[in-house]
């Protein structure tokens, strides 16, 4: 197996006349060093069956395919999707582990197989959204490790009581213990890009209920997040009718009224949701 490096990384684009798009934000990992790591820090196993999301040209998805039993790699962008099991074929030796589907991550509804574990350069503009479709449609994902833009990652990992704390880091505990899992550095990506990376890992545990109260749960989230100097008793004023009936529902529930969103954690949101 050989990975691909910076002028590997090149001479793909220039073959196939691709000028990275900052929309789909294509900025294309070229550090086998950083690759292996990943997938390493994921834990991936000769049993899993990994999903990669944006495996643009390659390179992260031929570490993968050192290690696991399937690869499954979702690419938006076409002329990539094609060009990936050309490049797996010649560099990887199992190249027959790899799967790829031609689709936007955000619309994704099934694979051609569950899931065990993910790992994604995930595209910054889109990366928590998608990371939160995961979790959601691929129950079969026990664990992973996504590259996303610092302050992302800040976010998704953050506690209560941190200035990170949002709506990101209360809804991906819906699913899962999210953690940061080490950075990584400007100069592995082509083309370089003017924002730091890190690491973020997460293993699934079972959820605080079921769907309806996660949307329940969800809505309530939004609202508590929407002004976040607003106590929680005005903050959701609008969905019980006035700040005098979200005070009742919040006492009923065992939350101090006058504290904000960012002092709750999940289970302190499903209390709330369960009050009615």
Sequence with gaps: MTLLGAAEIRELAAALELKPSKSLGQNFVHDANTCRKIVRIAELTTDDVALEIGPGLGSLTLAMLEEA????????????ATQLPITAA???????????????????????AEPTVLIANLPYNVSV???LHLLEIFPTLRSGVVMVQAEVADRLAAKPNSKEYGIPSVKAAWWADVAGAGSV??????????VDSKLVGFKRRPTPGDEILRKKVFSIIDLAFAQRRKML??????????SAAAEEVLTAAGIDPTLRGEALDIHAFCAIAKQG
């Design 129 to 131: 959204p998608v990371f």
């Design 90 to 112: 010649k560099h990887a030796d199992t190249p027959e582990k790899l799967t790829v589907v031609n689709q936007d991550a955000l619309t994704l509804k099934d694979l051609p």
């Design 233 to 242: 008793r005005s903050a959701l004023s609008s969905m019980y009718g006035g």
């Design 185 to 194: 550095s400007r100069s592995i990506f082509w083309p370089q890009p003017n």
């Design 69 to 80: 039993r399937e690869v499954i790699a979702v690419e938006i962008d076409s002329r990539l």
